[in-house]
C-alpha cells in the first residue's frame, strides 16, 4: 500500500497505516511506539490532518484539552506520569511515543498498539527516501548533475534525521575542487594540530576514506593494493587498523 503523503514501501509501516486508517471512524485510542525521527509524528498527522496536537512534555492539562476536541494526538507520551493519564474511553486518540517506552502499560490502556520499526529495519524505504531527499536537496542547491549517494555512505543512526543530513552533506561536498577540499581539510585541521604525535594522530583522516573508497571501487585488496602501491599484508593491516573489514 503506498500512502499518497507518508513515503513508504516498508510492509510493516503499511500495516500500520492501514491500522490507524481503519480506526479513523471509530472512538478508539491508539498509540505509535518507535525510535525517535523514525516518522511517527508525519505518518499519524497525515491519517488524522485534522486532530489537535500536543506536546506532552508541555506540562499541558490532558484532561482538560481531551473535553474540547474529538480528535487527539499526543506526542512524547512517554512524558507523562500516570496520575496525569486520563481515561481514553470512547475517546479518539492517538499517542505518540519515543523507545524506550514501556509497551506493556499501553496494552491496557489503548485499543491498539503500533510498533515502528526503525530506518535500518525498513531496507525499502532507505532507497524511497534517498531518491525523495536526493530530489528536494539538488534542486534547493540548483545541482543539475547526476550524483550517486550508495547506501553505505548513508547515517541512519537517528533514522530520517540523519539520513536527509548526511544526504546534505554528501551533495553539498559533490561539486568540490581539489583546492576546495584543501581548505576545507586546511580550516578542519589546524586546531587539532597539538600534542607529540599529530601527524600520525591525524593520518587516519587521510587514509580512511582512501582506502574506503578504494574497496568501494575495485572490490578486490588485491587490485587496490596495485593501485595504491601497497604491500596487500600493509593493506590488510590498515583495513583492519580503520575497521573497514
Known amino acids: 500500500m503506498q500512502n499518497e503523503h507518508f513515503l513508504s514501501n516498508s ?4 500495516h500500520i497505516i492501514r491500522g490507524l486508517s481503519l480506526s479513523k471512524s471509530l472512538l478508539v485510542s491508539s498509540i505509535l511506539v518507535g525510535e525517535p525521527y523514525s516518522g511517527k509524528k508525519y505518518l499519524v498527522k497525515t491519517i488524522f490532518p485534522k486532530a489537535f496536537v500536543v506536546d506532552a512534555r508541555a506540562n499541558n ?18 512524558y507523562l506520569k500516570d496520575s496525569e493519564i486520563p481515561d481514553f474511553s470512547n475517546k479518539k486518540v492517538i499517542a505518540i511515543a519515543d523507545t524506550p517506552y514501556d509497551i506493556s502499560k ?55 534525521r540523519s539520513l536527509k543530513a548526511s544526504i546534505y552533506r554528501i551533495l553539498v561536498t559533490s561539486d568540490l575542487n581539489q583546492q576546495a577540499l584543501e581548505n576545507l581539510l586546511y580550516r578542519y ?33 588485491l587490485k587496490l593494493s596495485n593501485v595504491l602501491g601497497l604491500n596487500r599484508n600493509t593493506l590488510r593491516k590498515k583495513i583492519h587498523e580503520h575497521n573497514l573489514d
Request: glycine share 2%; hydrophobic share 35%.
Open 11 to 14: 510492509p510493516k509501516v503499511d
Open 189 to 221: 585541521l589546524k586546531p587539532k594540530i597539538e600534542g607529540n604525535n599529530a601527524y600520525r594522530d591525524l593520518l587516519g583522516i587521510f587514509e580512511r576514506p582512501l582506502i574506503k573508497a578504494g574497496l568501494s571501487r575495485y572490490r578486490s585488496q
Open 106 to 160: 499501553a496494552e491496557n490502556r489503548f485499543a491498539f498498539v503500533y510498533e515502528m520499526p526503525p530506518l535500518r529495519e525498513r531496507k525499502e524505504d532507505i532507497a524511497l527516501l534517498k531518491e525523495h531527499f536526493c530530489t528536494q536537496i539538488k534542486k534547493e542547491l540548483m545541482i543539475n548533475k547526476d550524483i550517486t549517494i550508495d547506501t553505505d555512505q548513508l547515517d541512519l543512526s537517528e533514522n530520517i
Open 61 to 78: 492539562d490532558i484532561k482538560t484539552i481531551l473535553q474540547k476536541y474529538d480528535e487527539l494526538i499526543i506526542t512524547h507520551f512517554e
